[in-house]
């Protein structure tokens, strides 16, 4: 969990990430799913499940349900959010450049598709979180394949 002793700008940040834990978007299994897979981080037990359709070489829903951490939660809420309705490639573009930029690669920047990622910038400081921030999307990248 992030700690207490942060500035303004990272309250701000707890705020986006833990209104999307107390109010998942897109919690559930998504109806006649044609996708589904789920993935475990046992360092902190996180675990998320991923529900979703494609259609038309689209990811036309995308739900999730899961327990753990706040960071976790709220990543793989945010995700569903920024994907569901996207073409597949633009999931896989967008995946990427997430990935890239939780790890910190040269030159990376968190996407510029949902504006609430930018609240999972300050996680990047607490290197064993970064796991929990990135297990939707790892996760989801598998169950693309
Ligand atoms: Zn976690």
Not at 27 to 46: I, K
Not at 49 to 75: P, V
Not at 84 to 112: C, H, Q, W, Y
């Amino acid at each position: 969990m992030l700690n207490d002793a942060e500035s303004g700008l990272d309250d701000l940040y707890r705020e986006v990430i833990l209104d999307h834990y107390k109010s998942p978007r897109n919690r559930g299994e998504a109806p006649g799913a044609t996708l589904a897979c789920e993935g475990v981080n046992p360092v902190c037990g996180d675990e998320i499940h991923l529900s979703g359709r494609t259609a038309d070489g689209k990811l036309a829903e995308l739900r999730f349900f899961g327990r753990g951490c706040a960071i976790s939660q709220a990543s793989a809420s945010m995700m569903t959010e920024t994907l569901a309705g996207r073409t597949l490639d633009e999931v896989r573009r967008i995946g990427e450049s997430f990935k890239r930029a939780m790890k910190n690669e040269p030159g990376a920047t968190m996407p510029e598709e949902n504006g609430d990622l930018e609240a999972l910038e300050g996680v990047k400081k607490y290197p064993v979180r970064i796991k929990c921030a990135l297990l939707a999307w790892e996760t989801l990248a598998q169950g693309l394949g």
